[in-house]
T-cell receptor, first 111, second 115 residues
């Protein structure tokens, strides 16, 4: 079983839709949860960073962590064509420097 | 501008011909890391370095070498490349705080093809 599972997509939505992207994980030691966005032919860039369970909002983006279910989500409101990218979840253990990445979900937002 | 740079961006080579991919960051970050990204497998860490002269293996270190002689540079060396090392490679760097890494900044990627 992989440490982190993420549906590869692609996920196609019309402009303005609410998007939900998700990852599940198996290691309860993960304490730091991140979402990276990767545009085609570019390196990943950090989008959201949360510690432990709960919600965090930043503009149109909301990150949600449910440690009891080992489930993390990224919600995008009022999605735009410029949101079309691959979204990777990344998790980090307490006491470790390494990030464990999901495989990424490709999102396509059509005008 | 704060950035991580990688060179070359694209490289086609043949089996067994030694190559080096350079990585440089201008943010004075202690931590640097190399990843490879393959379809269906995501980003996998090859090697990382917590500081100058301190390096350690990641998840997929076989066939790769690294060195950290200066804080800003972290080259990836393939002594004898093989076709299964055909991949997209990313270098990343971050500051550290209390032993934990902060936000990782990624370079633009190097697409390597080994024939």
């Amino acid at each position: 079983q992989k440490e982190v599972e993420q549906d590869p997509g692609p996920l196609s939505v019309p402009e303005g839709a609410i998007v939900s992207l998700n990852c599940t994980y198996s290691n309860s030691a993960f304490q730091y949860f991140m979402w990276y966005r990767q545009y085609s032919r570019k390196g990943p860039e950090l989008l959201m960073y949360t510690y432990s369970s709960g919600n965090k909002e930043d503009g149109r983006f909301t990150a949600q962590v449910d440690k009891s279910s080992k489930y993390i989500s990224l919600f995008i409101r009022d999605s735009q064509p410029s949101d079309s990218a691959t979204y990777l979840c990344a998790l980090q253990n307490t006491g470790f420097q390494k990030l464990v990445f999901g495989t990424g979900t490709r999102l396509l937002v059509s005008p | 501008e704060a950035q991580v740079t990688q060179n070359p961006r694209y490289l086609i080579t043949v089996t067994g011909k030694k190559l080096t991919v350079t990585c440089s960051q201008n943010m004075n970050h202690e931590y640097m890391s190399w990843y490879r990204q393959d379809p269906g497998l995501g980003l996998r860490q090859i090697y990382y370095s917590m500081n100058v002269e301190v390096t350690d293996k990641g998840d997929v270190p076989e066939g790769y070498k690294v060195s950290r002689k200066e804080k800003r540079n972290f080259p990836l060396i393939l002594e004898s490349p093989s076709p299964n090392q055909t991949s997209l490679y990313f270098c990343a760097s971050s500051a550290t705080s209390g032993g934990y890494t902060d936000t990782q900044y990624f370079g633009p990627g190097t697409r390597l093809t080994v024939l």
